[in-house]
């Protein structure tokens, strides 16, 4: 019997590298844990959460687009996840207590490697992952954090809450963050330079793109173009994911096994 579970609740989670991450660290830590994909609807998200305590699971993440409402759900949160709005983390206490983080921050801030203070930076994309990013900015001092999104009224939206600036059009800026779904159906680089406005903008010093796949993204293609320095989405997922396992193990995440297992996919 296993010690316990952990697994990722999202619409839908088919795609998600975090099983063969978080399982590839659990063996080279000889944890007898075991993470699942998870999928669930949004109607069925409170009472499978609210369940997941009494079947076996000491943690779990999650995933689009159950964020929002994994914050709602909680019965305690941390400064992160209360500051960014929304949840990507759960860790289950035994008597069935649910405490929510965000680890997407942290994790960002972790794949960045430098600190953004001082600087200005532009975050395309105002879901929860464009909050959770404008956040993190904010907080490591950054100069200026400029929130565009195709839908104008999300931008505006997030930036008030957030006590940051919205933007119509994306400028230029010293670190750009692509927090969209661009790049995860449109191949192009070109295409997809047209739909986040890359084309006008300056080169940046620092690229990160959320999005992940089998080959560089359109997004980190032009980024490499450009001459900035590039982090990809599965660095993103590493550092977050590791801050999650830290979370639930009390153990020092393998970096280096979770970041060849997600790049294997």
């Known amino acids: 019997m296993l010690t316990a579970l952990a697994g990722v609740l999202g619409h839908p989670v088919a795609h998600s590298r975090s099983p063969a991450m978080h399982n590839a660290a659990f063996r080279a830590l000889g944890l007898d844990w075991r993470y699942v994909k998870l999928p669930v609807s949004p109607a069925l998200f409170p009472e499978t959460a609210r369940a997941l305590p009494g079947s076996g699971y000491r943690g779990a993440n999650v995933t689009i687009p159950h964020k929002v409402a994994a914050l709602s759900l909680a019965d305690a949160a941390t400064a992160a996840a209360r500051g960014v709005g929304a949840a990507n983390t759960f860790s289950f206490a035994v008597d069935g207590a649910i405490e929510a983080d965000n680890t997407d921050a942290g994790g960002f801030v972790d794949a960045l490697g430098e600190s953004p203070r001082g600087r200005r930076a532009l975050v395309l994309g105002a879901g929860g992952a464009g909050r959770a990013v404008a956040w993190a900015l904010r907080e490591e001092g950054a100069a200026e954090v400029l929130i565009w999104n195709r839908t104008p009224q999300r ?12 933007v119509s059009a994306p400028r ?7 927090a969209t779904s661009v790049g995860l ?7 997809a330079g047209r739909a986040l406005g890359l084309a006008q903008l300056d080169a940046p010093i620092v690229v990160v793109d959320l999005v992940y796949a089998e080959r560089p993204t359109p997004v980190v293609a032009w980024g490499e ?5 590039v982090v990809d989405g599965l660095e993103v997922l590493v550092r977050q994911g590791a801050r999650s396992f830290e979370r639930w193990t009390g153990e020092e995440p393998p970096l280096d096994v979770m970041r060849a297992a997600a790049r294997a996919g």
């Open 155 to 166: 931008a505006t939206e997030l930036a008030r809450e957030l006590e940051l600036e919205p």
């Open 185 to 191: 159906d449109i191949g192009d680089a070109a295409e």
């Open 225 to 229: 173009r450009v001459g900035a320095r």
């Open 172 to 178: 230029s800026a010293d670190i750009v963050v692509n």
